[in-house]
């Protein structure tokens, strides 16, 4: 990736960002209840107690948020 290609991303983010604030729309979810029916079918993956999820390109952590308050008891690392 060339410099101008990862200033590129960097703006388009920030300018997200600052566009939407601390919200799915600001990681281009079209609407959060998009977002969380993505996560629910996450949820239905098998996750058992104690499981290790990697989650790589978490944006705010949201799905973390998510599982926590569906009762998922894993060890969630974002990225």
Known sequence: MTP???QRIRDR????LQRHG???NALYWSTTTVQETCFAVL???GLR??????????GFGDLAAFLG?????I???GI
């Open 13 to 16: 983010h920030r300018d997200a």
């Open 49 to 58: 107690p104690g499981d290790r999820l990697l989650d790589v390109g978490c």
């Open 4 to 6: 101008a290609q990862r």
């Open 22 to 24: 601390w919200h799915p």
């Open 69 to 73: 308050r569906q009762g998922h008891d």
């Open 75 to 77: 060890d969630y690392t």
């Open 43 to 45: 949820a239905e993956a």
